[in-house]
């Protein structure tokens, strides 16, 4: 059997309806920008294979960083133990993180980074003897796919199976000019009960890559705050350059009480899974009394393998070239964007940094599984491209390396299908 007959036979793979989906096509090299096929076939890899990717594939010097420290230490129990990459990955994060964040606690993905955070804010109030049990969040808001996770995302078709077992979450409409007031008069009123406020800051990329504006996450942010409402940001998506700065909280001025990551955290190269927090958060479980610590871990916490990718993609993403290219991409994206609006294939575009959304033209019929979702995909999968749409939504988010030229090529695809579909 070839290897897509061998994974058929042996595999389940995930958001996939196993009976109706195309037979998965096997990849079997990376480089760059690109993935390569088993046939030869070349692919732009232009949603950076689930927005983990941000080196491009198979960086050497990520590799090489890797290879040294199989060699060295492959893994070691996190729980009475330490060692050099943990360590350093923590001082250097955290120095370039708001200036709040003084705590790393390591997991495994963006799932677990959140649950770490949900459970650290609801914990901060019970060892302080305070009843604050609510959780605010924003409607259609997506935070991973663990019960937790789960709880305070979005109710759609993903948990409609779980969602009678889910915990009772407070959500909120994005904020806007219109909405801002009567938000931060709800969140008054709920101010006695509400533990934390749960926010992917400025893009829900599950939700369609829905954009709202840094103002008014700033006016609720400093609302929370002086009603005493911790604050986590999610930005297991938006971190590391993909929003054009740093980090998505950079682009405000209210600092969060809890930050999560992963995805670009290893530069795309492996799982990993961080949260940070202040040090108030920290004491706040510093006692005598061993009931309140964290009850939370994971055999591979702060694996040295993961800590080595981070470092090394940490190296990567602050040379001035990255930003350059961070740059670059935003300004080709809004250049591509102005191009295109008036088409009439075109119902909306929206961008923030180096995410690209083109919401297109379906009347409707806007539901993710949508047949148009699945014609879009097959085309551009022809064309050489990995663009994965939510629904009627495509949208480019590529590897910071991409080129001109491999930009451009997405570009004219684009406008090409406009005339196709």
């Known amino acids: 059997m070839n290897l897509t007959e061998r994974d058929l036979a042996t595999v389940w793979h995930p958001y996939t309806q196993m009976k109706t989906a195309a037979p998965p096509i096997p990849i079997i090299k990376g480089e760059g920008t690109c993935l390569f096929g088993e046939d030869g076939k070349r692919y732009i890899d232009a949603v950076s294979s689930w927005w983990v990717n941000i080196h491009g594939h198979s960086h050497p010097y990520i590799a090489k960083k890797v290879a040294e420290q199989l060699n060295v230490l492959e893994h070691a129990i996190f729980a009475g133990f330490t060692h050099p990459g943990a360590v350093e990955l923590a001082e250097r994060l955290l120095k370039i993180l708001p200036d709040n964040q003084k705590k790393a606690f390591y997991s495994d993905n963006g799932s677990t980074a959140v649950e770490v955070a949900v459970k650290m804010c609801l914990q901060y109030w019970s060892n302080q003897g305070q009843g604050r049990t609510k959780i605010l969040a924003f409607k259609n808001a997506y935070h991973g796919d ?87 940001a999610d930005e297991v998506f938006t971190g590391f350059g993909r929003t054009g700065k740093s980090f998505a909280c950079n682009h405000v001025q209210q600092q969060p009480d809890i930050m999560c990551f992963s995805k670009g955290l290893t530069g795309g190269t492996m799982a990993f899974g961080l949260t940070t927090c202040t040090q108030d958060i920290y004491d706040a479980f510093l006692s005598d009394d061993k009931l309140k610590t964290l009850f939370h871990g994971h055999s591979y916490t702060a694996n040295p393998v993961a800590c080595a990718a981070s470092l090394a993609s940490l190296d990567l993403f602050l040379e001035p070239s990255t930003q350059q290219n961070i740059d670059r991409i935003c300004a080709m994206h809004s250049a591509f964007s102005t191009k295109i609006k008036g088409n009439k294939s075109v119902k909306s575009t929206r961008q923030t940094g180096t995410i690209l959304a083109i919401e297109w033209e379906t009347g409707d019929n806007t539901s993710y599984f949508s047949g148009l979702r699945d014609k879009l995909y097959q085309y551009f999968l022809k064309a050489g491209i990995i663009l994965r749409p939510l629904g009627n939504i495509i949208y480019i988010l590529p590897p910071y390396c991409i080129t001109d030229t491999e930009l451009n090529y997405i570009y004219s695809t684009i406008e090409q299908a406009f005339d196709d579909i």
């Open 146 to 232: 663990t019960f937790g996770a789960m709880s305070v995302s979005g109710r759609s078709a993903f948990t409609a199976a779980f969602d009678s077992l889910l915990f009772e979450v407070e959500f909120i409409d994005l904020p806007n000019e219109s909405n801002i007031s009567s938000l931060k008069s709800h969140i008054t009123s709920l101010n006695k009960e509400l533990a934390c406020f749960i926010f992917e800051p400025l893009v829900q990329g599950s939700a369609g890559m829905i954009m709202y504006e840094p103002e008014f996450l700033q006016e609720i942010m400093s609302h929370c705050h002086n009603e005493k409402v911790l604050l986590i």
